[in-house]
């Protein structure tokens, strides 16, 4: 696909600038010319500011609205999003489709949620990450669960569990609503949306899309880096609410892309997604406050290449076009009731989930100079995985003051490998493990106590978690190389076991606002990968079992200097050892602080946003995950940006900032090494970060 708009986005991005400025000139004269206004306020629907720290709302839970325009540029998609969350971070190859960190955990140790389904990438290398098929503005509501500490959104959410929702519609009569936004900014970003929805007392319809593009962009130095994308959703929602304790949904979606890579030796062409879910609920009945039922269908088809967009690296193991797809078939639901007494709150159920992938490739013929597309071939399906799971959390409010939470899981996961051969040190042999099934009984659990002040609006909270997860389809199908004394991965490779301690305190007074949490783990047979080079000059991977101890944690504060000035900050920290071998753990971001200041007056708002990030020299050079390796130390940036935004009226709001004022040239520590097929050198560089950015976005509300 090629983007229609690359030759535009800088006249894009003057035209809708001016486009803002003329309207706002219009909307102050007019209100300038009504006299009625010095005497009537109307609500104010849109908030005049720019989000530049995301705060914690309760102990370990954090609730944003992914629809608020924030700092830097607005998101492209989930990770680009939950990297600026406090404790989050993004392994880095381009301009989207980064894979979210949080406390340094990396995968499915983050249980990451779509409407409370999971939709799983197929690419060996999660190319396509799970986060890479979510576009944030669709959604109304992020919650964000830090540690394990919930057993309710499914299995082997150690590190935590992100949940991108739709609400369901209420209308009392019948109505509508409708938010729409344009996004234009440097290096042509382009980005539309519309959100809408008409009901009345007995159901509703919702349609959801946007299209989200961008051109390569360039670094503090001025240098380009391939980083081009395109994506585009469409979501429609059916509702029927025949009273007001009942409701029954029916959802469908598709979506698809591309993303070129300057950390990857190949390209992702085609990011398409399907997406079917059904919703039942019903409260008060009787005893039983609420009781869910949703199941839901989720694809993936997903295509690499070396040659659409750009030319394949001669000097590299891939001269030649080659492609690759994959596509993986995810269905599951879940039942749940919510029971309610004076004191207790109970929530119970069951969940499954079935997840099928496959697999083709392209071929090339060297002596006719033929190729053949991956398409022309029948496909491959090389795993199936299951999950059972059953789940009881239950909240006993022991005072006024005191609350107990404490959650049980009982998961029993498979997996069957139906790989005849696979490839070892460039070479195919006959699989040791073809058609065998492995699976195991999981448990999980946590208890956490928490306190209010009688005289303080303050909070404090400790739990405690234990999770065992069983490794994921990139962790027992992807590794090139067995474990020691093992057949291959997905016979050596080990459930992980991660017990957690959650400690923490937040205040919430009338102008300050402050938070902290903390956390110290052991990691059992703690899942890590291992890199390096055959004789032949081809990569290897291997997945080991190692024990490792993890600690850190995250502070925030926001302070109201006056009725004007609002000053916030957040640290976060992570760490982590392999206790197995001594070293550190591999994959951990540094240090990293963000301060804000920001002023707001009737209906416009200015900021500022100072983010620091310290060096990273705790590193283990080769070992990494399934995506990324520890290559070599990083350096320490600041990198500065200010925002504004203005209120044009109760229903339009433009919002414009400036990332990296100063064009400073960076690149994240987290970050894949530039590919040799766009002039990066053979020793490891990091992908630089974009330089100076310059944006503005138009909301709209009615």
Same mark, same amino acid.
């Given at each position: ?162 949940? @991108? ?225 059953? @789940?009881?959390? %239950? ?116 102008? %300050? ?123 320490? @940036? ?22 990296? %004022? ?41």
């Amino acid at each position: 696909m090629q983007n229609p708009y690359a030759l535009s986005g800088k006249n894009t991005l003057r035209c809708q600038i001016a486009f803002a400025i003329m309207l706002s000139g219009a909307t102050a004269a007019q209100a300038a010319s009504d006299p009625s206004n010095e005497k009537t306020v109307e609500p104010l629907l849109l908030s005049p500011t720019v989000v530049t720290a995301v705060q914690q709302s309760s102990p370990l839970i954090i609730i944003a609205d992914p629809k608020d325009a924030r700092q830097p540029i607005p998101a492209s998609d989930a990770g680009d999003y939950l990297k600026t969350i406090p404790g989050f971070s993004a392994i880095r190859s381009g301009g989207t489709n980064g894979d979210p960190v949080l406390r340094g955990m990396f995968g499915s140790r983050l249980n990451l949620l779509v409407n409370d389904g999971q939709m799983l990438g197929a690419c060996p290398n999660r190319m396509d990450a799970p986060s890479s098929y979510i576009a944030p503005e669709t959604f109304d509501l992020l919650t964000v669960i830090k540690g394990p500490q919930t057993v309710l959104w499914g299995p082997g959410a150690s590190a935590g569990t992100v949940r @991108f929702e739709r609400q369901p519609e209420q209308f009392e009569e019948p109505d509508s609503r409708l938010h729409a936004s344009v996004l234009g900014g440097s290096h042509g970003r382009f980005d539309k949306l519309v959100d809408g929805a008409v009901g009345n007392a007995d159901g509703y319809i919702r349609f959801a899309g946007n299209d989200a593009r961008s051109d390569d962009y360039s670094d503090g130095n001025g240098d380009t880096v391939p980083s081009r994308y395109s994506k585009w959703n469409t979501d429609l929602a059916i509702g029927w609410t025949p009273d007001d304790d009942t409701l029954l949904e029916l959802s469908a979606g598709r979506g698809d892309g591309e993303a070129r890579y300057a950390g990857r030796g190949m390209d992702g062409t085609q990011f398409a997604r399907e997406s079917l879910g059904l919703l039942f609920e019903k409260s008060a009945l009787g005893v039983i406050d609420k009781l869910e039922a949703r199941v839901y269908y989720n694809y993936a088809d997903h295509i690499m290449d070396n040659f659409r967009l750009r030319q394949p690296d001669p000097t590299s193991m891939m001269p030649m076009p080659m492609a690759s797809q994959v596509d993986r078939r995810t269905v599951g639901g879940r039942i749940a009731a919510t029971l309610n007494w004076t004191d207790l709150e109970w929530v119970s159920g069951v969940d499954a989930l079935r997840s099928e992938h496959r697999k083709r490739a392209s071929s090339y013929n060297m002596m006719s100079d033929t190729f053949t597309d991956a398409d022309q071939f029948a496909w491959d399906k090389d795993a199936v995985m299951r999950n059972y799971g059953l @789940f009881s959390e %239950l909240t006993w409010h022991r005072s006024d003051l005191d609350r107990v939470i404490t959650g049980a899981r009982l998961d029993r996961a498979s997996t069957k490998d139906f790989r005849d051969s696979i490839t070892s040190m460039g070479m195919s042999r006959a699989n040791p493990t073809a058609g065998q099934t492995r699976s195991d009984t999981l448990p999980s659990g946590f208890a956490r106590y928490e306190h209010d002040m009688a005289e303080s609006p303050t909070t404090f909270y400790a739990g405690i978690g234990h999770v065992q997860r069983f490794p994921d389809y990139w962790e027992l199908f992807s590794p090139s190389i067995a474990p020691a004394g093992d057949l291959n991965a997905f016979d050596g490779i080990r459930p992980e076991k991660t017990t957690q301690l959650d400690i923490g305190a937040q205040y919430n007074g009338p102008r %300050l606002q402050t938070w902290v949490s903390g956390y110290v783990g052991q990691v059992r047979d703690y899942i890590q990968l291992s890199y390096g080079t055959n004789m032949m000059g081809m990569r290897t991977s291997q997945a080991d079992n190692v024990d490792a101890r993890i600690l850190g944690g995250e502070l925030g504060m926001r302070y109201e200097l006056d009725a004007n000035w609002t000053g916030d900050a957040t640290l976060a920290y992570a760490w982590g050892k392999n206790s197995s071998s001594g070293q550190p753990l591999p994959q951990m971001p540094p240090l990293e602080t963000r301060l804000g200041l920001n002023y707001q007056q009737a209906n416009w708002s200015a900021g500022a946003l100072w983010r620091v990030v310290a060096e990273q020299n705790r590193i283990d050079e080769g070992k990494g995950n399934v995506v990324g390796q520890d290559v070599s130390d990083s350096s320490g @940036f600041g990198i500065f940006s200010i925002n504004g935004a203005y209120r044009l009226s109760e229903n339009a709001k433009l919002s414009v900032g400036v990332d990296n %004022l100063f064009d400073k040239a960076y690149a994240e520590h987290l970050n894949l090494a530039g590919n040799s097929a766009f002039g990066y050198p053979a020793d490891p560089v990091a992908i630089n970060e974009p330089g100076r950015t310059l944006w503005a976005k138009m909301d709209f509300d009615f």
